[in-house]
Each structure stands twice: as structure tokens, then as C-alpha cells.
């Protein structure tokens, strides 16, 4: 947690008290938010968030409802701490990855398992599933409410060394987002390497990691093709994202102002979900140089083939390594929750050994 010191420069700089003020009934009041977004040179801050809370909420709300948004990362911030100074009054609204917050709780993992959802279809599915678990887990762990999850593009391998397949990954160290990948590149024989995202491309140049897994067009984004050489774009996570609010401040919102909100966060969720299944492909093309190639930068990675094989390992480790460690370290309780909402999902119940 962060200390009162800290505390106090990241609110000095993003924490201006939230305006609500009172208005007649079954109307949208007047609203000030201070929103801390995701990271803010990837895909979804440029091309979703960032335009949602600068444009698209105060002209859908006719000017009374307004934001000052910046990318969590614009504040030094790692996104780990993001939910703690929300629930504390930093900022009204945010994003982060859960996988960030993963230390704090292993229900945070949940909802991007490494290989539980091989399509994004599935993945949406998976966080629609669990969403309710986690809001009534937030209101108590942070004093937050959630209001929409929504993914980053595929998690898949950029190399600096040539790989064939997954069992290259063997005696290599990967840089990973969260445990449940790192635990995932153990299985496979190499070393989990958890590291923030702005720290990757000097890790890879300088070879303290030989691999880094983020989406497809993340890396692009971010340039990771100036490090790396080879691509393998086997889905092994979603990056799975939670927007979530204040819960004081939320509940200072009249019921037409919360409804609005909502309706609107679920459009953008929605519309996140289509774009990250199109960002995916579009994300490999453009590092490997093929077309077409809309939104990302154009490089020449080598794209490594999937092989079915391969994706039957990657069931085969979530089956027979993932699911069970996240189980033992999140417990009876938390395992029931899985298995009656995401389990019916995927078709797989776990359990505790």
C-alpha cells in the first residue's frame, strides 16, 4: 500500500473532489469525475476510453456530466494500487488489469486463468460469468462497485530467440503480467519473470528475459518488435481488465445518474470486447507485416505456427497446473464461486487436492 506521503502527491495531482449535486428527480445530475484510465498509450485508452470520458459521456449527457481522464501510468502508477486509491477517494472512477491486483486476493485471477479462454468469445463469457463475484468482493475488499470489465487484445509470446513451438519456451525466462502466467511457463520448463510493462523492452534488450507475453497489439503499440524477432500467437490469457467506482461517491448518485452511467460503460464494454477480437488479428499482422494492418505499426517479426498440439498442451496445463495451484491458494469459498459461475462456461469444475 502506498504510504500517506505518496498518497498525498498522487492525490495532489488527480484527486479534486467530486461534484454531484443535488437535481430534480428522474434527472442526470451534475457530475465532475476524476477518472484514472489504463494504460495510456495502448490500445484500449487511445482508441476507446479516452474519447468515452473526454466526448462521448458529457455530449451524451448533454454537458452535466464531464471528466478529467488520464492513464493510470501518466501518474507513476504500476496499477496494482489503482482499486486501494479508488476505494480511498483518490479518484471517483478507474481502470486497471486484474492480474495487477493479484497479490491481494487469488479471486482476482479468476477471470484470466492462463489458457482458460481460448477465444475471446469465451473470454467475455468468462467475465460476464464472474462479474457479480466480484463486484460484491470489491465492496467489502476495496469499497469500490464495478461497473464493466473488458480485455486487452491476445497474450501471446514475442521472442528474441527463435522458438518453434512451446517446448522452446524451456529453459528460457519469460516476462509475465501475473502469477498464473509465470506459473504457466513453469510448467512449460522456463522461468516466470514478473515485471510492469514499461520495463520490458530494456529487460529484452539486455537479456534479463528472453520472452515478455502482453496482447498482440500491446507490443506493437509499445514497439516490443524492435527487441524481439518472433512471434507465437497462441492466446494464453486476456489481459482482463475492471472499470470500477468509488463506492461512496457512487452512492451519492440518484438512481437516474447510476443508470446512465452504466448504460453507457456497457456499450463501451461491448464495443472493447468486438474490438479486441479484431485488434488481435490485426495486432499479428502488423508484426509480422501483412495485411491488413489498420491500426498498429507495420514490422518484420517472424510468425511462429500454432500447432494443435500445442494447443492441446495449453488445455492440458490450465486442466492439470493452473486450475489446481489457483484453487489450494484461493480456497473452498472462492473455489465455489468458480465453479458456479465460470465452470459452467468453460464445462470444467476444479477443486481443491
Sequence with gaps: MLNKAKMSRVGAAIAIASTAATSAPAEIQSVDLNVLGSVSFLSSYENYEQAFWNDRLPAASNGRIKAVVRGFDQMGLKGGEVLRLT???????????????????????????????????????????????????????????????????????????????????????????????????????????????????????????????????????????????????LPVGWSTMVTAANLKFWNRLNPETQTFLQTELKALEDEIWVGAGQETQDGINCNVGADPCTVGVKADMTLVPVSEADRDLLDKITSDVILPKWAARCGADCVAEFNQTIGPVIGIKTEIN
Design 87 to 233: 476505494g480511498q477517494g483518490v479518484v471517483d472512477i478507474s481502470t486497471t488489469v486484474l492480474g495487477y491486483t493479484a497479490s491481494d486476493d487469488p479471486r482476482n485471477e479468476a477471470a484470466d486463468l492462463a489458457g482458460l479462454a481460448p477465444t475471446v468469445e469465451a473470454a467475455h463469457a468468462i467475465a460476464e460469468a464472474y462479474e457479480p463475484v466480484l463486484d460484491s468482493y470489491f465492496t467489502e475488499k476495496y469499497g469500490v462497485k464495478v461497473l464493466a470489465t473488458w480485455p486487452y487484445p491476445a497474450q501471446v509470446f514475442y521472442c528474441n530467440t527463435e522458438i518453434k513451438d512451446l517446448s522452446d519456451i524451456a529453459g528460457k525466462k519469460v516476462r509475465t503480467g501475473n502469477r498464473t502466467l509465470s506459473e504457466f511457463v513453469s510448467a512449460l520448463g522456463g522461468t516466470g519473470v514478473t515485471m510492469a510493462f514499461a520495463d520490458v523492452i530494456p529487460a529484452l534488450q539486455t537479456g534479463v528475459v528472453d520472452c515478455a507475453i502482453t496482447g498482440t497489439l500491446s507490443g506493437n503499440s509499445a514497439k516490443w518488435f524492435e527487441v524481439s524477432t518472433h512471434l507465437y500467437a
